[in-house]
């Protein structure tokens, strides 16, 4: 199993810029691919940033240039960087990860961009 903490969401202005760090545990970790996804209310979860198997990133047109996923295998953690955020970037953001047969998830943190 693979267990996933996110934290660092919070309130900001339009313009602002945030960090999510998500702290992933379990044995079958490393066997995996981390990302981010988020859903908006009345919205479907959507991809927002992830590692690919290739040992790339893939990102969301929409968050294209603005956001950065990162990560730090000698401590487990994935990152978000958010800059230039935006009204509509307010959504609850997940940490995935994704395994040959089974998915896990964080149990997400709210980000909300005012105005």
């Known amino acids: 199993q693979v267990q996933l903490v996110e934290s660092g969401g919070g309130l900001v202005q339009a313009g602002g810029s945030l960090r999510l760090s998500c702290a992933a545990s379990g044995s079958a970790v490393r066997l995996g691919l981390l990302g981010w996804y988020r859903q908006a209310p009345g919205k479907q979860r959507e991809l927002v940033a992830a590692?690919?198997?290739?040992?790339?990133?893939d990102y969301a047109d929409s968050v294209k240039g603005r956001f950065t996923i990162s990560r730090d295998n000698t401590k487990n953690m994935v990152y978000l960087q958010m800059n230039s955020l935006k009204p509509e970037d307010t959504a609850t953001y997940y940490c995935k990860w994704t395994g040959v047969v089974s998915d896990y998830w964080g149990q997400g943190t709210q980000v909300t961009v005012s105005s």
């Open positions: 590692f690919t198997s290739g040992g790339s990133t």
